[in-house]
C-alpha cells in the first residue's frame, strides 16, 4: 500500500487514523455482526453514532443549547437554495460576492426573492476580502450572506461584517472546524463534509431556533424544510448514514488531537511553511493579499502556464497530487485541510525548492 500526499480542495484527505478505524469496522460494527453501511437508520445502534456525533461536534465547537445541528444531504449546493426557501420573510437578502460559490448563492437566492450585493471583490478576480467597513445594509434584508472561506481563490474572512442584528448565514463548506468559531455570531452555518469534515453526502447545518419556522416560501418541498429535519433530528428520512458515521469518527479525531484551539495551532504551522516558501520564491507567487489568506487552500501561479503544467506534473509523479488549480482559474492551488500532515507540506515545499532551482 503507499499513500500519496493529497492536495485536493474536495473530496478530500481524511486522517489516516480514521480510515483505519473504519477499515478495522467495515464487516462487523462493535459486535452488531454487520457493516454501518448495511445498518437501519432506526437501529439502537445507529442512534448511539449519530447522537455522538452531534454531542461531539456541540463540545468542539461549543455550540449553543439554542442552536439545532442538523445532518443532511444535497451538498452545499442545495443550501444555497434551502437558505432563502426557509429564511427569507420579506423576500430580500444581502449578500458579500467573493468568489464562485457566493455567486452561485447570489443566483438560487435571486431564485426566491431580491439580492442585494452589498459588496464584492470581482474586480480583482476575487483576490481579496472586501472592506467590511460601511457596508450598505438593507433595512429590510432577511439575512446577510458570507462564504467564509473561498475555496476556489484562497481568501478568508478574518473579520465578519456588521449586520445590526440581522441573521449573518456563513457557507464554512472550506474551513469548519479548521479554528474555533464563535457560534453566536451566525444565524445560520453551513459545511458541506467532502472539504474538512468527511466523506461527500453530508452537510452539517447549525441553525439557530428562532430561524426554524413553519413559515417558509409557499412550494418549499418537505425535504427542503429545516423544521422537518429538526423536529426528526435529521432522521426524518433516511439519513447518509455511513458519512455520518466517519463524520463522527473525524470528530473524535480532532478532541483526541486537543480540539479546534490545537488545530488551528497546527494550521497556522502549517500555512506558514507554504506562504513563506511562497513568499521567497523567485518562481511561484501566492495569488492573495497577504491579509486575506486562507489556512485551508493556498493557490499560487508561476506566471507560465507552461511552467505550471510541467511543475503539477513533475510534482504527480513525485507524489504530490490534485495540485492543478480551479478550472476555471488554472495556476495551481495546494488544499492544506485538517487531514494533511505537516510532513505533507514539508515535502512539497522541499519538492517545489528542488522544482525551482532546476527549472529558473
Ligand atoms: C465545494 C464547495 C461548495 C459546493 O459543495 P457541494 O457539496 O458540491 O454542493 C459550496 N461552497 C463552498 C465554499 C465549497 O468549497
Redesign the pocket.
Known amino acids: 500500500m503507499s499513500r500519496v500526499f493529497n492536495f485536493s480542495a ?1 473530496p478530500a484527505v481524511l486522517p489516516e487514523d480514521v480510515l483505519k478505524e473504519a477499515a478495522g469496522e467495515m464487516l462487523d460494527y462493535d459486535g452488531t455482526g454487520m457493516s454501518v453501511m448495511e445498518m437501519s437508520h432506526r437501529s439502537k445502534a445507529f442512534e448511539t453514532i449519530i447522537g455522538e456525533a452531534e454531542q461531539d461536534l456541540r463540545d468542539l465547537v461549543n455550540i449553543p443549547d439554542n442552536y439545532k445541528v442538523l445532518f443532511l444531504q444535497g ?3 442545495q443550501q444555497f437554495a434551502m437558505i432563502p426557501m426557509n429564511l427569507m420573510k420579506n423576500r430580500v437578502a444581502d449578500h458579500l460576492k467573493t468568489g464562485q ?1 457566493a455567486s452561485k448563492a447570489i443566483s438560487e437566492g435571486k431564485i426566491c426573492g431580491k439580492i442585494n450585493v452589498i459588496a464584492s471583490s470581482e474586480d480583482k478576480t476575487y483576490t481579496y476580502i472586501p472592506d467590511l467597513k460601511d457596508l450598505k445594509m438593507s433595512d429590510d434584508a432577511d439575512y446577510v450572506y458570507i ?1 467564509h ?1 473561498n ?1 476556489i481563490y484562497g481568501t478568508k474572512f478574518n473579520e465578519l461584517p456588521n449586520t445590526f442584528g440581522k441573521p449573518l448565514v456563513a ?1 464554512m ?2 474551513d469548519f472546524l479548521s479554528e474555533p468559531i464563535d457560534v453566536t455570531q451566525y444565524g445560520l452555518i453551513f459545511a ?1 463534509a ?2 474538512n469534515i468527511g466523506p461527500a453526502g453530508v452537510v452539517v447545518v447549525i441553525i439557530r431556533e428562532d430561524l426554524i419556522t413553519d413559515d417558509v416560501l409557499p412550494g418549499t418541498p418537505t425535504m427542503l424544510q429545516y423544521k422537518i429535519h429538526a423536529d426528526n433530528k435529521s432522521l426524518y428520512n433516511t439519513p447518509p448514514a455511513y458519512g455520518i458515521y466517519i463524520c463522527g469518527k473525524v470528530f473524535k479525531w480532532l478532541k483526541k488531537l486537543g480540539g479546534l484551539e490545537a488545530m488551528k495551532r497546527i494550521n497556522e504551522e502549517k500555512a506558514a511553511i507554504l506562504y513563506d516558501y511562497l513568499d521567497s520564491s523567485k518562481m511561484f507567487k501566492g495569488t492573495v493579499v497577504k491579509k486575506d489568506r486562507s489556512l485551508m487552500n493556498v493557490p499560487f501561479v508561476t506566471g507560465s502556464e507552461e511552467l505550471d503544467k510541467k511543475f503539477t506534473k513533475a510534482a504527480k509523479e513525485a507524489g504530490f497530487i490534485n495540485l492543478e488549480g480551479h478550472r476555471s482559474v488554472g495556476g495551481m492551488r495546494a488544499s492544506i485541510y485538517n487531514a494533511m500532515p505537516i510532513d505533507g507540506v514539508k515535502k512539497l515545499v522541499a519538492f517545489m525548492q528542488k522544482f525551482e532551482a532546476e527549472n529558473i
Do not use: I, L
Open positions: 474536495g451538498g452545499a449546493s460559490w462564504c472561506n475555496t457557507d463548506s472550506s458541506g467532502q472539504k
